[in-house]
């Protein structure tokens, strides 16, 4: 069956013209009908397949294919959730926890997806909005975390977190990573969270330098609305996958939630999380009497 496939490219990756070109003539062979994200196209130069906007790819599409890194991915899969349009990523960034197939498997690997042999996997997203007063600023989607931080230069930012209209805690920290179990592996991770497998459906919860050393990681359902208020600080803002952001005022309130739409990522048969994690973080790695790996 003939179906409808998005290519999306990060244009700064060296060969990408040559790759997209060799993926099109691929798919095209195999009997696919095959288009091009607009700005991928435009950076890239590109001419052999129809040019589509990403809304008019998540109305068309039958899949997406994202080579880049998990940057990439992320900003493709906050402007597709809606849609619900699976997506499949080629690794070409450097750590790739949701950019899986690896670029010189990319063939034998999208033959198999397109034959229906994959596994499917389906990943949540939050979102948040700000408000100030009575009236909301700015809103978005999140795949892996909000972040709230201080100021560069700026002292310890204060926040206190509400969760369903419970008092938690009040925070003296650098700032919060809120995370999905997607995003339990970027950020979140680097601050000391927990990792949480996706099938998890939790949200997690990490301060950033926390000022008192009994502020550790907490896990909450991912049904909870969570409520963060900046109480004091200078220059903070929040972001959402760091790839959009607002400054905050003191009092500004940040509510988050569980958005409605979730993304689907289509992975080789042979697919493990626990692989993943264990390449990423080279869990595979124990050091040897002659100093080398075993």
Same mark, same amino acid.
């Given at each position: 069956?003939?179906?409808?496939?998005?290519?999306?490219?990060?244009?700064?990756?060296?060969?990408?013209?040559?790759?997209?070109?060799?993926?099109?003539?691929?798919?095209?062979?195999?009997?696919?009908?095959?288009?091009?994200?607009?700005?991928?196209?435009?950076?890239?130069?590109?001419?052999?397949?129809?040019?589509?906007?990403?809304?008019?790819?998540?109305?068309?599409?039958?899949?997406?294919?994202?080579?880049?890194?998990?940057?990439?991915?992320?900003?493709?899969?906050?402007?597709?959730?809606?849609?619900?349009?699976? %997506? @499949?990523? *080629?690794?070409?960034?450097? &750590?790739?926890?949701?950019?899986? /197939?690896?670029? #010189?498997?990319?063939?034998?690997?999208?033959?198999?997806?397109?034959?229906?042999?994959?596994?499917?996997?389906?990943?949540?997203?939050?979102?948040?909005?700000?408000?100030?007063?009575?009236?909301?600023?700015?809103?978005?989607?999140?795949?892996?975390?909000?972040?709230?931080?201080?100021?560069?230069?700026?002292?310890?930012?204060?926040?206190?977190?509400?969760?369903?209209?419970?008092?938690?805690?009040?925070?003296?920290?650098?700032?919060?990573?809120?995370?999905?179990?997607?995003?339990?592996?970027?950020?979140?991770?680097?601050?000391?969270?927990?990792?949480?497998?996706?099938?998890?459906?939790?949200?997690? %919860? @990490?301060? *950033?330098?926390?000022?008192? &050393?009994?502020?550790?990681?907490? /896990?909450?359902? #991912?049904?909870?609305?969570?409520?963060?208020?900046?109480?004091?600080?200078?220059?903070?803002?929040?972001?959402?996958?760091?790839?959009?952001?607002?400054?905050?005022?003191?009092?500004d309130r940040i509510l988050l939630q569980r958005s409605a739409?979730?993304?689907?990522?289509?992975?080789?048969?042979?697919?493990?999380?626990?692989?993943?994690?264990?390449?990423?973080?080279?869990?595979?790695?124990?050091?040897?009497?002659?100093?080398?790996?075993?």
């Amino acid at each position: 069956m003939q179906k409808t496939i998005a290519l999306v490219g990060k244009h700064d990756t060296v060969g990408i013209l040559e790759i997209l070109r060799d993926l099109i003539a691929f798919l095209q062979k195999a009997g696919h009908h095959v288009v091009l994200e607009a700005e991928t196209a435009a950076n890239v130069g590109l001419h052999e397949a129809p040019v589509l906007t990403t809304q008019q790819i998540g109305t068309s599409a039958d899949l997406v294919i994202v080579l880049g890194g998990d940057g990439t991915m992320l900003g493709m899969a906050r402007q597709l959730a809606p849609f619900k349009v699976p %997506l @499949v990523g *080629i690794n070409q960034g450097r &750590l790739g926890f949701i950019t899986d /197939v690896p670029q #010189d498997r990319m063939m034998p690997v999208l033959s198999d997806i397109l034959q229906g042999n994959f596994r499917s996997e389906t990943r949540t997203l939050l979102e948040g909005r700000v408000v100030r007063g009575e009236e909301t600023i700015f809103e978005g989607l999140a795949f892996n975390d909000i972040v709230v931080s201080r100021g560069a230069g700026a002292g310890m930012a204060e926040l206190r977190v509400d969760v369903d209209d419970h008092f938690m805690y009040n925070q003296r920290s650098d700032g919060l990573v809120i995370a999905t179990p997607t995003g339990s592996t970027a950020y979140a991770l680097s601050a000391g969270g927990p990792l949480l497998h996706p099938s998890l459906n939790g949200i997690a %919860l @990490v301060a *950033i330098a926390p000022h008192a &050393l009994s502020n550790r990681p907490i /896990v909450v359902p #991912d049904t909870s609305v969570i409520s963060v208020e900046i109480i004091r600080g200078r220059g903070i803002t929040v972001n959402f996958d760091m790839q959009s952001f607002t400054c905050l005022q003191p009092h500004d309130r940040i509510l988050l939630q569980r958005s409605a739409h979730t993304v689907s990522f289509l992975h080789p048969v042979d697919w493990s999380y626990y692989d993943t994690l264990r390449e990423k973080l080279h869990w595979n790695e124990y050091p040897a009497a002659n100093g080398g790996m075993l």
